[in-house]
């Protein structure tokens, strides 16, 4: 039987991943076995400059905290995982989905976004979506294009006036 010293060490830490995923947008498990130490730290770096975090857990420990969250990741907690933590929505899945297609040891499993637990699909989904720069960018342009056209349409009203 586990003393109570581990016992609180055990629940500290399932209280650490639960505050994680409350204070998170994004949370993405996933598998990094096959990774290099070096490629690792380069996720991690990359990730940090999205303000996310990436932890190991044991599985047991993640399970107990998703439980408390009443939140299932059934068939997902085998083998070694990692989990990503993101105070922002976007980044850090774009960041992680584009790490994933140049190494292909990582595979990206499940995740919870915005409080809902989401499959690969949405995930994948949520990583084409443009940043907010190209989002605003592409807003600008739509705009400068309505009024582009409306300088053509007067132009060619005052050609038509100057005529008569």
Same mark, same amino acid.
């Given at each position: 039987m586990a003393s109570k010293k581990v016992l609180e060490l055990k629940? %500290? =830490?399932?209280? @650490? *991943? =639960?505050?994680g995923i409350k204070g998170s947008e994004s949370v993405i498990l996933f598998q990094y076995q096959g990774l290099t130490v070096s490629e690792l730290s380069e996720l991690r770096k990359k990730l940090r400059e999205t303000e996310a975090t990436v932890k190991v857990y044991k599985n047991t420990l993640l399970k107990r905290a998703l439980d408390e969250l009443n939140l299932s990741f059934e068939g997902f907690l085998e083998g070694p995982n990692a989990i990503l933590f993101g105070k922002n929505l976007l980044e850090p899945i774009k960041v992680l989905a584009d790490f994933a297609k140049n190494h292909e040891k990582l595979e990206i499993r499940i995740g919870i976004i915005s409080g809902s637990v989401a499959d690969? +699909?949405? *995930?994948n989904e949520y990583a084409t979506i443009p940043s907010r720069e190209g989002l605003l960018t592409?807003? +600008? +342009?739509?705009?400068m294009e309505h009024v582009r056209n409306l300088s053509i349409a007067l @132009?060619?009203? +005052? %050609?038509?006036?100057?005529?008569n």
């Open positions: 629940k %500290e =830490v399932v209280s @650490n *991943i =639960v505050d690969l +699909a949405t *995930i592409m807003l +600008a +342009a739509g705009m @132009n060619l009203y +005052a %050609e038509g006036k100057e005529e």
